[in-house]
């Protein structure tokens, strides 16, 4: 049996397999760090899930939720989930995910919980986000992200349905879905790829009753569909389906919907509507016929028109032609990149379709692009009607220009930029700031530091740009800003680089560098970044086990990363960190804290974790005094590693005691706020060594 469940789902029904006492809604949503509102939502799929293996979800307002059946029955259902481990996903395993899920979802997600249902680090989801947006743009849709908020995607439910479609679809040919379609049935363990995607998306019982309905418009109608249209058209139907049951509805404007109506295709229309209204037992709203009756119409036009084959070729040509142009006019290589190409190919062809039958087009960053990139907005508008022998909306126009900008960027020489920072407050601040503009400003390559005092003696050393936390005499055209750099000053930045930059000519750098030393540099960048995202998947904070004995107390902590496959021979690891504190002390002088490291031959991987302490623990501390500890700060490293291995963990020592702000937060911070601190400092951390 196959069971088709999200990964919230799933670590839903292994939370209520796990409380034979019952678990309370808000409970269950603490732990999976969501809202008690997705957690209702959430229910009916757990109970479908559960009925299928003949068990119950009791609802006590005393106990909360509780699995009630057959112990035989619970058994199978806690053996199928074992089956189901989590898998590491691919990058474009985990991209779909995230973009299935962010199209299906009805509220913002909070970073953490994304991060925690792929497997991966807020960073990486993070990065994948950055790379979602333009995706989500070429189907007019727009990533709206705000601290505290979340992450939603936001547009028409039309454009989120049709970017569903085509994610689905993109996971094989349509062609190979139909045949899969038809010979699938509920015992058959025979599995389409896209299978497992599909049903996340839509239910078992829904494609059913599709498949039955749509067989029976053909019957009553004679509407022959081809193969390719009927597999999309099923996959339409049943997210129209599937999104109806979840609230959603779409809109058609009346002067459309007139139109469409006296077409002979949306009697066809109407009959699959009214056999999914009988089966399903729901309303189905004269829109979605309309839709309907659109793609019927839209597969006979292709079939009239050319092959699939015939339209690219002719749509490459006109791509061709643009780029030729685009090329001609700003001297810079296009025609070889074939991922523009191809980038290309994959917007305009929908875009063409969406221009043509007068659908309106939504581009949230228009006025942005108009006012970041005028030169190439105006160079797309006049070359882009006349190569694809259409008129381009403004939209459109800032939608290709979004595709070709970035193609300019990495097809030109990158010459980075150098940055000036001057702080009244310290070298710290003035580090922090640079690491922030690094971070924020990738055109930024060399970042100086100079105190206020050596520019108001007039010695302004050369640089690209001036960055201050005070106003300057000496450099007029300095940004000020505050130290820690606020989204919008990076923003104000940002806009003011790009400006400068794409009025400037396309300079061609002459490498000063051996690529054997450039390949050593970049060995070394990928092997420190592999520690750090290392030690950020195994950072926790947990509670330590409950002892007044420290070695009874590192015994069970080093057991914990045995399990988690981090160490090798805890005893021997929990003796070496024993024998360290013989040393010296380790409490922290003024703190709670206690910090055990060691560099051990039984250790895999990095590791830094918090343990909070149930009963507190008399030990020495590092200036010889006693000191009473509440928690434990555990630092685990191998013995043999690469250069960059030490340095990081020195690091983190440091940064531990390098404020007071910071001390107190690795005495009191839970696991999310020093998760997010460790991240931001390695990012900066990073910067910092790719720039030495």
């Given at each position: 049996?196959?069971?088709?469940?999200?990964?919230?789902?799933?670590?839903?029904?292994?939370?209520?397999?796990?409380?034979?006492?019952?678990?309370?809604?808000?409970?269950?949503?603490?732990?999976?760090?969501?809202?008690?509102?997705?957690?209702?939502?959430?229910?009916?799929?757990?109970?479908?899930?559960?009925?299928?293996?003949?068990?119950?979800?009791?609802?006590?307002?005393?106990?909360?939720?509780?699995?009630?059946?057959?112990?035989?029955?619970?058994?199978?259902?806690?053996?199928?989930?074992?089956?189901?481990?989590?898998?590491?996903?691919?990058?474009?395993?985990?991209?779909?995910?995230?973009?299935?899920?962010?199209?299906?979802?009805?509220?913002?997600?909070?970073?953490?919980?994304?991060?925690?249902?792929?497997?991966?680090?807020?960073?990486?989801?993070?990065?994948?986000?950055?790379?979602?947006?333009?995706?989500?743009?070429?189907?007019?849709?727009?990533?709206?992200?705000?601290?505290?908020?979340?992450?939603?995607?936001?547009?028409?439910?039309?454009?989120?349905?049709?970017?569903?479609?085509?994610?689905?679809?993109?996971?094989?040919?349509?062609?190979?879905?139909?045949?899969?379609?038809?010979?699938?049935?509920?015992?058959?363990?025979?599995?389409?790829?896209?299978?497992?995607?599909?049903?996340?998306?839509?239910?078992?019982?829904?494609?059913?009753?599709?498949?039955?309905?749509?067989?029976?418009?053909?019957?009553?109608?004679?509407?022959?569909?081809?193969?390719?249209?009927?597999?999309?058209?099923?996959?339409?139907?049943?997210?129209?389906?599937?999104?109806?049951?979840?609230?959603?509805?779409?809109?058609?404007?009346?002067?459309?919907?007139?139109?469409?109506?006296?077409?002979?295709?949306?009697?066809?229309?109407?009959?699959?509507?009214?056999?999914?209204?009988?089966?399903?037992?729901?309303?189905?709203?004269?829109?979605?016929?309309?839709?309907?009756?659109?793609?019927?119409?839209?597969?006979?036009?292709?079939?009239?028109?050319?092959?699939?084959?015939?339209?690219?070729?002719?749509?490459?040509?006109?791509?061709?032609?643009?780029?030729?142009?685009?090329?001609?006019?700003?001297?810079?290589?296009?025609?070889?990149?074939?991922?523009?190409?191809?980038?290309?190919?994959?917007?305009?062809?929908?875009?063409?379709?969406?221009?043509?039958?007068?659908?309106?087009?939504?581009?949230?960053?228009?006025?942005?692009?108009?006012?970041?990139?005028?030169?190439?907005?105006?160079?797309?508008?006049?070359?882009?009607?006349?190569?694809?022998?259409?008129?381009?909306?403004?939209?459109?126009?800032?939608?290709?220009?979004?595709?070709?900008?970035?193609?300019?960027?990495?097809?030109?020489?990158?010459?980075?930029?150098?940055?000036?920072?001057?702080?009244?407050?310290?070298?710290?601040?003035?580090?922090?700031?640079?690491?922030?503009?690094?971070?924020?400003?990738?055109?930024?390559?060399?970042?100086?530091?100079?105190?206020?005092?050596e520019i108001e003696q007039g010695?302004?050393?050369?640089?690209?740009?001036?960055?201050?936390?005070?106003?300057?005499?000496?450099?007029?055209?300095?940004?000020?800003?505050?130290?820690?750099?606020?989204?919008?000053?990076?923003?104000?930045?940002?806009?003011?680089?790009?400006?400068?930059?794409?009025?400037?000519?396309?300079?061609?750098?002459?490498?000063?560098?051996?690529r054997k030393k450039r390949a050593?540099?970049?060995?070394?960048?990928?092997?420190?970044?592999?520690?750090?995202?290392?030690i950020l998947k195994n950072f926790?904070?947990?509670?330590?086990?409950?002892?007044?004995?420290?070695?009874?107390?590192?015994?069970?902590?080093?057991?914990?990363?045995?399990?988690?496959?981090?160490?090798?021979?805890?005893?021997?690891?929990?003796?070496?960190?024993?024998?360290?504190?013989?040393?010296?002390?380790?409490?922290?002088?003024?703190?709670?804290?206690?910090?055990?490291?060691?560099?051990?031959?039984?250790?895999?991987?990095?590791?830094?974790?918090?343990?909070?302490?149930?009963?507190?623990?008399?030990?020495?501390?590092?200036?010889?005094?006693?000191?009473?500890?509440?928690?434990?700060?555990?630092?685990?490293?191998?013995?043999?590693?690469?250069?960059?291995?030490?340095?990081?963990?020195?690091?983190?020592?440091?940064?531990?005691?390098?404020?007071?702000?910071?001390?107190?937060?690795?005495?009191?911070?839970?696991?999310?706020?020093?998760?997010?601190?460790?991240?931001?400092?390695?990012?900066?951390?990073?910067?910092?060594?790719?720039?030495?």
């Open positions: 049996m196959h069971m088709y469940l999200s990964a919230r789902e799933r670590q839903m029904l292994s939370f209520l397999l796990a409380s034979q006492e019952g678990i309370k809604v808000k409970e269950l949503a603490d732990r999976l760090q969501v809202s008690v509102r997705t957690i209702h939502r959430d229910l009916p799929g757990v109970e479908d899930t559960l009925s299928s293996f003949q068990l119950e979800l009791n609802k006590q307002s005393n106990s909360g939720l509780q699995i009630a059946g057959e112990a035989e029955n619970i058994n199978k259902l806690q053996q199928e989930l074992n089956k189901h481990e989590p898998v590491e996903y691919s990058r474009d395993e985990r991209m779909d995910n995230l973009l299935q899920r962010l199209l299906q979802a009805h509220e913002p997600i909070k970073l953490y919980s994304l991060a925690k249902e792929l497997g991966v680090t807020i960073a990486t989801v993070s990065s994948d986000l950055n790379k979602l947006e333009s995706q989500l743009l070429d189907h007019d849709l727009a990533l709206t992200r705000r601290r505290g908020y979340g992450i939603i995607v936001e547009g028409s439910e039309v454009k989120k349905r049709y970017a569903l479609r085509k994610l689905l679809a993109a996971q094989g040919s349509e062609e190979a879905l139909l045949l899969w379609l038809e010979e699938w049935t509920d015992e058959e363990d025979a599995f389409y790829p896209a299978a497992a995607q599909l049903l996340h998306v839509i239910k078992p019982e829904v494609l059913k009753e599709v498949l039955y309905s749509l067989r029976e418009a053909q019957k009553m109608q004679q509407e022959s569909i081809t193969d390719a249209s009927y597999a999309g058209l099923i996959i339409h139907l049943g997210l129209a389906v599937a999104r109806i049951q979840q609230g959603e509805k779409i809109d058609i404007d009346d002067a459309a919907f007139l139109e469409l109506s006296h077409q002979k295709e949306y009697e066809t229309a109407q009959v699959i509507s009214q056999q999914l209204e009988q089966r399903l037992n729901l309303q189905m709203p004269k829109a979605e016929a309309a839709y309907v009756t659109m793609h019927l119409l839209g597969a006979k036009q292709v079939e009239a028109a050319f092959s699939e084959e015939e339209q690219t070729l002719v749509l490459r040509r006109k791509i061709n032609s643009f780029l030729q142009h685009i090329e001609a006019e700003w001297q810079v290589p296009l025609m070889k990149d074939r991922t523009l190409h191809n980038d290309l190919l994959t917007h305009i062809k929908p875009a063409l379709y969406r221009i043509q039958q007068g659908m309106s087009i939504y581009n949230p960053m228009l006025e942005t692009i108009q006012d970041q990139y005028p030169a190439l907005y105006e160079s797309v508008a006049r070359h882009g009607p006349e190569a694809f022998s259409t008129a381009l909306p403004p939209e459109e126009i800032g939608f290709l220009v979004m595709h070709i900008w970035p193609a300019m960027e990495r097809i030109k020489p990158q010459q980075k930029l150098h940055a000036l920072v001057v702080c009244s407050s310290g070298l710290g601040t003035s580090k922090m700031l640079a690491a922030r503009l690094q971070q924020e400003i990738p055109e930024i390559g060399k970042v100086s530091l100079a105190s206020v005092l010695n302004v050393p050369h640089a690209d740009l001036v960055v201050s936390t005070v106003p300057l005499k000496h450099a007029k055209k300095a940004f000020v800003v505050t130290p820690f750099l606020s989204e919008e000053e990076a923003v104000r930045i940002h806009e003011a680089v790009q400006k400068s930059t794409e009025e400037q000519p396309t300079a061609v750098l002459k490498e000063t560098e051996s050593a540099d970049m060995a070394g960048v990928e092997q420190l970044s592999a520690a750090i995202q290392t926790t904070v947990e509670l330590a086990p409950a002892s007044s004995a420290l070695a009874d107390v590192l015994c069970e902590i080093c057991r914990r990363q045995e399990v988690k496959g981090s160490v090798q021979q805890a005893g021997q690891v929990q003796k070496e960190l024993l024998a360290r504190q013989e040393i010296g002390g380790l409490a922290i002088p003024g703190t709670n804290v206690a910090l055990f490291h060691t560099r051990s031959a039984h250790v895999d991987e990095p590791v830094f974790t918090v343990y909070d302490l149930q009963e507190p623990l008399e030990l020495e501390g590092m200036d010889r005094q006693p000191a009473k500890v509440n928690r434990l700060l555990v630092m685990l490293a191998p013995k043999v590693w690469h250069e960059y291995g030490p340095e990081l963990m020195s690091f983190i020592s440091t940064l531990i005691i390098e404020n007071e702000e910071q001390v107190r937060l690795f005495e009191t911070g839970q696991e999310e706020t020093l998760y997010h601190l460790l991240e931001r400092r390695f990012r900066s951390y990073l910067i910092e060594q790719l720039e030495e």
